[in-house]
């Protein structure tokens, strides 16, 4: 059986009952993450996501536990739907890594946009850079 951290506090108490039926389910298959990754549609480190409650589980992944578990989707749907009314969509849920605060100086998304600016910012420059030699290369040949 596996050793869980704590939930964490931030997470409603539908999504803490939520996650605490599919650790149960988890460990009663056995498998690892790797495996179970494996055996379904969901990848090790969404396994990981989903069964620390840093992120809701998609729908699909309750029913693919369910299927590899063997156990009764009815109920555990119904709780996924308990769980959706309450789970604060659009933003993970922090998880504290053993002896580390949370970092909540960076506002969700923060990196991805700062990813994107750079990209656009490389993109736009590699294109002036190939306009101006065009425009060069055909007034040296004539």
């Not at 996924?80 to 053993?98: I, K, M, R, S, Y």
Request: contains cysteine; charged residues 20%.
């Amino acid at each position: 059986m596996t050793r869980w951290r704590p939930l964490p506090d931030a997470l409603p108490r539908e999504a803490r009952h939520l996650v605490a039926q599919l650790r149960g389910l988890k460990d009663r298959t056995g498998l690892s993450l790797a495996e179970l990754a494996r055996r379904t549609a969901y990848s090790k480190s969404s396994w990981q996501r989903y069964l620390s409650g840093a992120k809701q589980p998609p729908r699909g992944a309750v029913q693919a536990l369910c299927r590899v578990a063997g156990a009764d989707q009815a109920r555990l749907l119904a709780l996924w739907d308990l769980a959706d009314q309450t789970w604060p969509h659009g933003v993970a849920v922090p998880v504290e890594p053993a002896g580390r605060a949370v970092d909540t100086a960076t506002p969700p998304g923060a990196e991805y946009r700062r990813w994107r600016a750079a990209a656009l910012v490389s993109f736009a420059v590699i294109v002036v850079l190939l306009a101006g030699l065009l425009w060069v290369l055909p007034a040296r040949s004539g």
